[in-house]
């Protein structure tokens, strides 16, 4: 049975798919990775509506996937301080669906802090229909910015809030709640300034519709969002409004007509195209937008894209084992907006694509998972990869790959074996693909042991260990094994045992001089090299990062065809201080189906790796 610890999560609701990547970092390493959010552990919930949500740990980055019979369900999700909620749009805000970092649990309809030693003060919020009316079909809520406070009220012409004296964001729905073609009305007050009584209009009739053009003949929104976030306060905020498509959304600013020092608005939106079932799948082109606001909330929007205000980044998607299928999303942040919310769209393998991305200080990163159809009609995962993030220019075109073999171990950051007094912390991923795009997995067993002066000291089956050293210095080792071979064709088993030496550490911390071996073959898109005479294969021999380690004195090759069961020393040509060339002769008559590959390392400081890779490549004639 797959390890459960190792798991990616992947759930599937027509046709669309939220994915969260399972790989484990330092914990004192968080500043370095919260630029790359999707590559940290995400938390999945089912909530009472059947509705899945994923979220990163930090809240910048959602999924929604509706329950079957669901779809077209508008949702709020809001972010403030360590409070993560998202409301499903056809239910009242009491109850709503919180989403700390563990677990969903239900919030009753005020998380205020109550007044305590503090004076309160009544905001009274008025709500008036697209009609100039008082209506009762409409939500109210106040965020702190100066507190961590949240309360809800809906459901009357008017709302009283009881507040300590300080700063709030005001943001009002107007619509039939229980119809989701409805007109939504969103407003929003940035700053209300609450140091006596006060008394707002929330008043529908200066709301204004929002759409956008994305200049791509076709393609169909699969999600769109309108946010707003202002960094400013003592307590970050932020609110978006999610929805399948922009009909019907019409939105209005409220209050000061001056820029708000700290906030930023923004739309965003996914574009794709349909297939002959009617699906999101396998589209040939994408379009992912965020546009911003400094300063201000938009009343009404309206974008067309043209062909040059975006990027173009043609992909390929390979295949690691026949049959599977993938999904992709892709996320985005800006100056003034941490995160937005994204889609999973399905794709077959090998397949290619072409995402057209907004361009210029936007920042995308994407996941892509390999998954497969079971017999009962479920999706179970196998890989899941993660890239970190990157800018695009206008105008410019870009190629991507994903999923490309040799899959194996890989440093994405100097965070991976950090020894600091005595405590050490080691997490590797182990199923990073050629692109260096870090990876995660099923496996059907993973364990990682370590040894200080050949006693075993700790051990570990999560894919990440800490433990604590004998003080002094010594010979550690470090070995990880997993093995996946009932869910994957390639990289069925890797192994890496890494010895080094190390002694008590600094508090702030010493990284262990690890090497790594990565193999950059040319592969088709079913990851198989030709098997005719002499195969060469290009790899590069990595260190860890902030390491303090020796040069390469040794380094060895061998290949196997048959498993790991006999080897064969490879010639291994230099072409310079990290760079090399495996030459690899195929045995006459072989009907091999796979090369395994494993390679030994020494440096002049007598830190060494021995990785081995099963199955590593997919042989064709």
Known sequence: MPHPRSQPIIRATAGLAVIALTVSHAPHASAQTESAPHADTFQTTVLDTGDTVSVSPDGAHVAITPAEGREGTRFTSVHSADRHLVLPGDLPRTPTARLPTAAAART??????????????????????????????AESMVLGLDSDVMEFAGGSESAVFSLPEGRYMLVTDVSDFTDPDADWHRMVHPLV?????????????????????????????????????????????????????????????????????????????TWAHRDRAGELRGSPETVHLLD??????????????????????????????????????????????????????????????????????????????????????TVSDVTALGSVPRSYEAGDSYTERWNAAVVGPMFLWGEHAVRSGDDLWFGMPMYSDQDRHQGGSVTDEAEVLLFQDGGLVASSDTGHLQASLAPGE???????????????????????????????AAPEGERLPLWVVRYQP???????????GLIRIPLTVEAHPDSVHGDVEELTVQASFDDGDSW?????????????????????????????????????????????????LRLSD
């Not at 080792?477 to 008590?504: F, H």
């Not at 040319?522 to 005719?532: H, I, L």
């Not at 060339?581 to 195929?586: D, H, P, S």
């Open 568 to 616: 064969k020393r490879a010639w291994v040509i230099r072409h310079g201080a990290d760079r090399r060339t495996a030459l690899i002769w195929v045995p006459r008559r072989s009907d091999a189906e796979y090369l395994s590959l494993r390679a030994h390392l020494t440096d002049s400081d007598d830190n060494s790796v021995e990785q081995t890779i099963i199955r590593a």
């Open 292 to 377: 911003t606001v400094e300063g201000s909330f938009p009343t009404g929007y309206d974008r067309t894209v043209e062909p040059d205000d975006l990027a173009t980044v043609a992909v390929d998607h390979f295949a690691q084992t026949p049959g599977n299928a993938a999904t992709k999303a892709l996320f985005a942040s800006a100056p003034g907006v941490s995160g937005i919310a994204t889609v999973f769209l399905p794709y077959d393998l090998p397949s290619s694509t072409v995402h057209r991305v907004e361009a210029g200080e936007t920042m995308w990163s994407s996941a892509f998972g390999e998954n497969r159809a079971m017999d009962d009609g």
């Open 474 to 504: 010594s010979e550690l080792r470090l070995e990880s094994r997993t093995s996946r071979a009932s869910v994957a064709d390639l990289s069925t088993r890797i192994e890496a045992e890494w010895t080094v030496s190390s002694d008590t």
């Open 108 to 137: 009753p309809a005020s998380s205020g802090t109550g007044c305590g030693s503090t004076e309160c003060h009544e905001l009274s919020v008025r709500h008036l229909g697209p009609d100039g009316a008082p209506t009762d079909d």
């Open 193 to 269: 300034t609450l140091d006596s009584d006060d008394e707002v209009v929330m008043d529908a009739t200066t709301t204004r519709p929002v759409s956008t053009d994305p200049g791509a003949d076709g393609t169909e929104s699969a999600l769109v969002e309108i946010g707003v976030e202002n960094q400013a306060g003592s307590e970050a905020v932020r609110v978006s409004l999610q929805a399948d498509d922009f009909s019907g959304l019409h939105t209005a600013l409220v209050g000061p007509s001056a820029p708000v020092e700290g906030l930023t608005s923004f739309v965003a939106s």
């Open 522 to 532: 040319r592969v088709d898109m079913w990851n198989s090299v030709r098997a005719r």
